[in-house]
């Protein structure tokens, strides 16, 4: 298994305003969603559900890398305690988008950001949000498993301690250590490296270390893609788990994957949202042809 140096590790800053919550904004009124762009006759807007109110709500969300304009008019919502799965082919632009949503991107040079994208009623590209903040509040776990070359204890405190975390830090590790599913397997060796773990471990200790920072989404971008199918099927779990108490939007390019775990599903195709539906109608009863061709493999 890989037992490389971190890669793409989030970066967190230690700003020394960490301790400063994102307050939750005063009560809005929910907004409507947004209609399609007119002349995107592809796009199929998100139907409204005015009993949930949706934990992110994008809004013609465009974005360029220089002159590549990897997403064109997206407008979808994610509801809370979800599953949302974002599938399409290769370049479609699903990892930017999720990028998008915790602000990763803008550590790219010479990328462009329009549109509007809101978490609990809040503009995360507001002038005054703080993109530190907005990394903690929503945490991402990578394709490829990235512990760092530490104990399996220091993986996991390490965004904590970095936040500047005050609680039982014992407690938080145990606990982020059992939401990811890996407590029993590891309990008993805290304080031996983590890269003794297997590859399906590593990365569900990744995803420990992202929620030990406490954050309220959590991003993953084709987190299962390195792994043997048991260890999938243990992630797969363990994401299944966290809705209760997470949003989860997942990448996957693994269709059956997204039939089994999530809730709603958006098909991305050339930096469109083409459609996003429950996730069981999105596979049996896709409303456009686009979908269906992709979902029964005709193209891809
Ligand atoms: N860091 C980057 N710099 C320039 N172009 C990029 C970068 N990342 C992605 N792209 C381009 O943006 C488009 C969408 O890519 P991506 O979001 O990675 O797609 P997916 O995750 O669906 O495979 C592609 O055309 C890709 O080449
Ligand atoms: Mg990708």
């Not at 363990?238 to 709603?264: F, G, P």
Request: hydrophobic share 35%; charged share 25%.
């Amino acid at each position: 298994m890989p037992t490389d140096m971190p890669n793409d590790n989030p970066r967190p800053d230690s700003s020394p305003d960490m301790d400063e919550t994102v307050s939750d904004s005063a009560p809005e009124p929910v907004s409507a969603n947004g209609q399609a762009d007119p002349d995107d006759a592809a796009a199929a807007p998100p139907k409204a559900d005015p009993s949930v109110r949706p934990k992110i709500e994008i809004q013609d969300l465009n974005f360029w890398y220089t002159d590549t304009h990897a997403l064109k008019g997206i407008t979808m919502n994610v509801k809370p305690h979800q599953v949302t799965a974002l599938i399409g082919p290769s370049g479609c632009g699903k990892s930017t988008l999720l990028r998008c949503l915790n602000r990763m991107n803008e550590l790219i040079d010479g990328t462009t950001l329009e549109g509007d994208i809101q978490v609990d009623g809040q503009d995360i590209y507001a002038p005054d949000t703080d993109p530190v903040m907005v990394r903690r509040r929503i945490g991402m776990v990578f394709q490829k498993p990235n512990p760092f070359p530490k104990t399996i204890y220091k993986n996991v405190a390490w965004g904590a301690q970095i936040n500047g975390y005050t609680g039982d830090m014992d407690d938080l590790v145990e606990r982020s250590l059992r939401q990811a599913a890996l407590w029993d397997e590891v309990k008993d060796q805290l304080h031996s490296s983590a890269l003794n773990l297997s590859g399906g471990q590593q990365q569900r200790l990744c995803i420990a270390r992202t929620l030990a920072v406490q954050p309220d989404v959590v991003l993953m971008d084709e987190p299962a893609s390195a792994l043997d199918p048991i260890a999938t099927s243990k992630i797969e779990e363990t994401i299944t788990e966290l809705k209760s108490d997470y949003t989860i939007v997942i990448v996957t390019h693994n269709m059956q994957q997204a039939s089994r775990i999530s809730d709603e599903t958006a098909f991305l195709y050339m930096g469109r949202l083409v459609e996003m539906n429950p996730t069981e109608k999105l596979f049996t009863r896709p409303e456009k042809d686009r979908t269906e061709a992709y979902v029964t493999g005709r193209f891809g």
